[in-house]
C-alpha cells in the first residue's frame, strides 16, 4: 500500500525496496484509500484529506488519487517499479 497520509517519500520507498528484497511471485500494490469505519478515514475526514466523491471512488485501483497532499505522479514510479520486482522474478 502506496500514499498513506503521514507516509514520506523515505517510507515509500523503503516499502518498495523491501517488495523488491522479498521477491514475490506477484506484486500487486495500491494507493491508499480511506474507507468509512476505519482511524485513518477519520483522520482523511477531520483534515480534509478525502477526494473521493462516489462511491466508485473505493475501489482498489491505482489510476485515480484518493487524498489531498500525496504526489500520485511519484507513487506511480514507485508502483511500476513495485509490479515489476514481482515480475521479474523467474518462477
Avoid at 500514499?3 to 500487486?28: A, D, F, L, N, R
Avoid at 469505519?37 to 483522520?43: A, I, P, Q
Avoid at 475501489?59 to 520486482?85: M, V
Amino acid at each position: 500500500m502506496l500514499g498513506i497520509p503521514t507516509e514520506t517519500k523515505e517510507e515509500q520507498e523503503k516499502t518498495v525496496e523491501m517488495i523488491k528484497k522479498i521477491k514475490p511471485y506477484h506484486c500487486s500494490p495500491a494507493y491508499y484509500t480511506p474507507h468509512p469505519g476505519s482511524d485513518l478515514f477519520k483522520y482523511c475526514m477531520k483534515n480534509d484529506f478525502s477526494l473521493i466523491k462516489n462511491h466508485n471512488g473505493y475501489r482498489r485501483n491505482n489510476y485515480e488519487p484518493k487524498i489531498k497532499g500525496i504526489d500520485y505522479d511519484y507513487l506511480k514510479k514507485l508502483l511500476f517499479e513495485s509490479i515489476a520486482a514481482g515480475e521479474d522474478q523467474n518462477h
